[in-house]
């Protein structure tokens, strides 16, 4: 008996409605139904002799716990974790005003009037002649508190470069002053050290052929007398470097690079090779090391530091020499 044809009126089946998918063996219309080519009755029905409806397997309702088979999930990348953001100012004693204002303000008071002071002016006198500043400090050191400003914008735009403040002081950027070509000062040699006072010493590393004198004439009886020093330590408890700030190496300059900086320089102008000794007196005078200044001619800039029982540096205390003024701008956090 020859096969019926399907009706003028019957649609193809759709694959959703039982007809031959893409992916599917070729299958014969045939009587209503779809019989794939080659396939026998076991497959078809089980070996009943009855035949299984071609009806597409529709998924169960709800969410299956595991993908299909043989189908390929592809799984979105994880967003990167978001940076850390820095903190928001300093921690410790320099978060507090009050606290920050103390501490500076202390540190003042012991080191002006020090021999760490007066060879700060000696050193001025030297880099900045004709100006008579270390006449003018001298006679205004317990008015410095009266010039004396907060770190902030205007007073920072004062020093001349970006300044801000951290856990352990005042913090410098020179990023603009690096590719500068700095003035030739004439000297030549490795730095020397020199002692205008007793219990400080200067490091000129620009002019190692200046000696720093000491200045402002005879002291009065009485007057800038120093306990005397530990026999177990150097004399020396504060040291005065000229140099140029560029040469620490670092853009940025906090409080850690400044007293890296200054151990460098100490080291290498203290440290003798025909010396056995020189070693030890070396790590001596930097234990002994309670105040760094540096100055920077060229910048016009001074930075000192305070260095604690704990051995740790802070800068408070900043200042800008100008050419067409007596005394400098001191800045503390």
């Known amino acids: 008996m020859p096969f019926a044809e ?10 959703l409605s039982g007809g031959p998918l893409e992916d599917e063996p070729y299958t014969e219309w045939k009587g209503g139904r779809h019989e794939r080519t080659g396939d026998s009755s076991e497959e078809r029905g089980g070996g009943s002799g009855r035949t299984v409806p071609d009806v597409p397997s529709l998924p169960p309702k709800g969410l299956s716990a595991e993908p299909p088979a043989g189908r390929e999930v592809q799984w979105a990348p994880r967003p990167p974790e978001p940076p850390a953001e820095p903190p ?6 320099m978060a507090d005003p009050a606290r920050r204002e103390a501490l500076a303000d202390a540190f003042v008071a012991e080191f002006a009037g020090s021999s760490t002071w007066r060879a700060m002016l000696a ?28 770190l902030d914008r205007p007073a920072a735009a004062r020093l001349g470069l970006p300044a801000w403040l951290d856990d352990s ?36 590393t620009l002019d190692p052929l200046r000696y720093h004198r000491a200045v ?18 150097d004399d020396d408890t504060g040291v005065v470097i000229v140099a140029n700030l560029t040469s620490a190496g670092v853009r940025v300059l906090d409080s850690v690079a400044l007293w890296r900086y200054a151990g460098r320089v100490v080291t290498g102008t203290l440290r003798e090779g025909g010396r056995a000794d020189s070693g030890a007196r070396t790590r001596r005078a930097l ?22 029982a704990a051995r740790t540096p802070r800068c408070l205390l900043a200042f800008r020499v100008d050419d067409a003024a007596a005394a400098p701008r001191f800045v503390r956090p």
């Open 6 to 15: 399907p009706s003028a009126t019957r649609e193809e089946p759709s694959p």
């Open 123 to 150: 050193v001025l006198e030297g880099a900045f002649p004709g100006l008579g500043m270390a006449a003018t400090l001298t006679r205004r050191t317990d008015e410095i508190w009266q010039t004396m400003e907060g």
């Open 216 to 233: 402002g004439g005879p002291l009065a009886p009485g007057e800038g007398t120093l306990p005397p020093p530990d026999a177990r330590e």
């Open 88 to 93: 928001a100012g300093p921690q410790g004693p």
């Open 169 to 204: 002081g005042m913090v410098f950027d020179l990023s603009a002053h690096l590719g500068e070509r700095r003035k030739s000062r004439g000297g030549s040699g490795p730095p020397r050290a020199s002692r205008p006072y007793v219990g400080a010493f200067v490091i000129d």
């Open 287 to 308: 234990r002994a090391l309670r105040r760094v200044v540096f100055v920077d001619p060229d910048l016009g800039l001074g930075l000192a530091l305070r260095i604690d």
